[in-house]
């Protein structure tokens, strides 16, 4: 088939989408009568004066019927209209949906610009409009999809773990792939995929809130005194929420239907535009052991989208893509010798994994930092940190250390503490930059952006250095300035109605230097049982952001907080609140400083147990100690730590 007669099949595919869909509903429909009349029987709900159940052949003219299948349809096209009008923006809609990044053209990042150049070669080579490119930042698993109505509103989302994992040769064979789908008209087809099937799900997630509502309404009481009514209910929960299941059902078959041999067609497509069978046959590879699973809550509803399957599965016949080893052996026969070499190299890797394990624990060495003795070094920096620092301030690039200092002007420093803030979200947000401009003007934004496009990705350990290069100009600010600037601040980090964990130590380090705290006389706490909840929410926090699994994180936590305290509290949820951290961090303050130690090295361990300390923790790690009056110095990268060394001997 040509392009042409490709446009014509996906027209042809969307009317069969159209039939399957209506079919699934009349079974649907069907399905919930027949499970109600047999659930209302066998519970006499339905009951006659004789004690009888109502006939099949008579359950179709009493009221209940018109009021499950007129109420189901209603509810199935509420819920297919809802999911259509939320995605009319086509592919940006969807890329908002699953949290998807956008890949600014100046990025940084060596991945992201390998990624977009990859883009561009493939759209300038095929004619295409450059599709704008997002990335799932928080999915390890190696996929990607494409998803638009019309050209303007294509997108290519790509997981991060596709960028991390994947070669340039295999990236361009899952972007050649994706074309293919752009090609074809597929993601026309995907995109409205997602809106009909939305209704057909929306039974079970009622079925659910049913029976989530009835869990919580008191149902004991009610239980003695309507007994019908309540066991009515719960009957009606289950059999929606079963009859939900089906809708799953349905709604998976439909999309192996539709998908399957539209995969085909996209690999075979693929190594046609990039005339290479390995690219695509190594990431196929790969996915194959490294998998392809998203953690996304709409996994399920944008699976058919993705180039391979995203969610969990029991019975592979309602999978939407074929097995990996089929569409290997479609597009390279001779796949095995590939998978030969990617499983020695995964050898070779792991065990040199396990030297470097085994030289960083006979080093003792954190990770990435050295923060052993963490509670010793506050106060009393060694020749070691000064030469960190110089090491420091020299890979700072000269535009950021001029900005920091307010060579011609304070307001210099303030741009630069919006760039670090900018600097947290990974991309340059217009609303931000509108707001800037608002209150200081349009140079000023200008200025903000430049700065920002100097502080990298592999920049941001330096942070919090060239936040403490810009305090001394920010303390020349005038107190309008200063009001002025804290405002512009608080709006800047509250613009998504959620406080970053380095959006809290940018402000907090900066108003503790520029504003301080009242000076109270309050009391010395000297027992850690007068602040166990504080010590939870601190600690939980500096846990999470260890970014370890779930089971660690509680082992850890039970382990250094029964270090501290005998009352038995386990690990708050993941979700940062920055109010209640700077609360709890407040009442810490007034700890004795023979209980600050202790805590110190507890954060320390909690750190430490992964074996990596990331540049996220240290931030956070020094604006605890920062609050609790405890400085601690620079904490200090390994290969730092051996270039000082190197350099400190004598030739």
């Keep these: 088939m040509d392009f042409f007669e490709h446009q014509e099949a996906a027209r042809r595919k969307t009317k069969l989408l159209v039939f399957y869909f209506l079919c699934a509903v009349v079974l649907i429909v069907v399905a919930l009568n027949l499970a109600l009349w047999a659930l209302f029987n066998l519970s006499g709900f339905t009951a006659n004066a004789e004690n009888r159940g109502i006939p099949l052949s008579q359950w179709f003219s009493e009221s209940w019927f018109y009021y499950i299948t007129f109420g189901s349809i209603g509810l199935i096209i509420l819920g297919s209209l809802y999911r259509w009008i939320s995605l009319s923006a086509g592919g940006t809609a969807v890329a908002n949906m699953v949290n998807g990044r956008e890949i600014l053209p100046d990025t940084n990042d060596i991945q992201e610009r390998r990624l977009l150049n990859v883009v561009e070669e493939m759209s300038i080579a095929s004619g295409t409009t450059v599709p704008t490119v997002y990335v799932m930042d928080q999915e390890d698993g190696i996929n990607a999809f494409v998803a638009g109505i019309e050209s303007a509103d294509t997108v290519m989302v790509v997981t991060r773990g596709a960028l991390e994992h994947l070669s340039r040769q295999e990236l361009q064979g899952v972007v050649a792939h994706e074309f293919s789908h752009i090609f074809n008209a597929d993601m026309r087809i995907n995109v409205r995929l ?164 085994e030289q960083h624990a006979a080093k003792k060495a954190a990770g990435e930092f050295d923060i052993g003795g963490l509670a010793d070094t506050v106060g009393n920096p060694t020749t070691m940190h000064m030469h960190a620092a110089g090491a420091l301030l020299l890979a700072l690039p000269e535009v950021i250390k001029t900005a920091a200092h307010g060579h011609h002007s304070s307001s210099h420093a303030m741009h630069l503490v919006f760039a670090l803030l900018l600097s947290d979200h990974g991309q340059v947000e217009e609303e931000l930059l509108q707001l800037i401009e608002q209150i200081y003007g349009k140079q000023s934004s200008d200025r903000v952006l430049e700065l920002a496009s100097h502080i990298s990705k592999e920049q941001r350990q330096l942070r919090l250095a060239i936040l403490d290069l810009a305090m001394p100009s920010l303390r020349r600010l005038s107190k309008a300035e200063r009001q002025q600037f804290f405002g512009l601040l608080r709006k800047l980090i509250h613009q998504d109605s959620h406080v970053s964990p380095f959006e809290y130590v940018l402000y907090c380090l900066i108003h503790k230097n520029l504003i301080g705290r009242d000076q109270q006389s309050q009391k010395s706490i000297t027992r850690f049982k007068n602040v166990e909840s504080e010590l939870q929410i601190l600690l939980s926090t500096i846990i999470h952001a260890s970014g370890q699994k779930a089971e660690v994180k509680e082992k850890v936590f039970r382990q250094i907080f029964d270090g501290l305290s005998a009352n038995q509290l386990g690990l708050l949820d ?78």
């Design 194 to 357: 997602i809106s009909i099937l939305a209704g057909i799900l929306i039974l079970g997630q009622a079925g659910y809130f049913i029976m989530r509502a009835f869990r919580y309404s008191g149902h004991t009481r009610s239980s003695k005194e309507n007994g019908g009514v309540v066991i009515a209910i719960v009957l009606i929960g289950v059999s929606i929420y079963a009859i939900g299941s089906i809708g799953l059902f349905f709604g998976r078959l439909i999309k192996a239907a539709i998908s399957r041999q539209r995969e085909y067609l996209a690999d075979a497509s693929a190594v046609q535009y990039s005339r290479d069978k390995e690219g695509l046959a190594g990431a196929f590879i790969k996915i194959k052991h490294q998998g392809s699973l998203l953690n996304n809550s709409h996994a399920e509803e944008t699976s058919h989208m993705c180039i391979s399957e995203p969610i969990q599965l029991r019975f592979s016949s309602l999978a939407t893509h074929p097995p990996i080893e089929n569409r290997l052996k479609a597009i390279m026969p001779a796949w095995e010798h590939l998978e030969t070499q990617f499983l020695q190299e995964q050898q070779r890797q792991q065990e040199q994994a396990t030297d470097d394990m």
């Design 574 to 651: 993941e979700e940062f609140e920055a109010e209640k951290f700077h609360q709890a961090l407040n009442k810490l303050r007034r700890l004795s400083p023979m209980l600050k130690k202790p805590l110190l090295n507890g954060l320390e361990e909690a750190i430490k147990q992964d074996g990596v300390v990331r540049y996220q923790e240290v931030e956070l790690l020094r604006a605890i100690a920062e609050c609790l009056d405890c400085p601690i110095p620079p904490v200090i990268e390994e290969s730092q730590k051996k270039a000082i060394k190197l350099a400190q001997k004598p030739d």
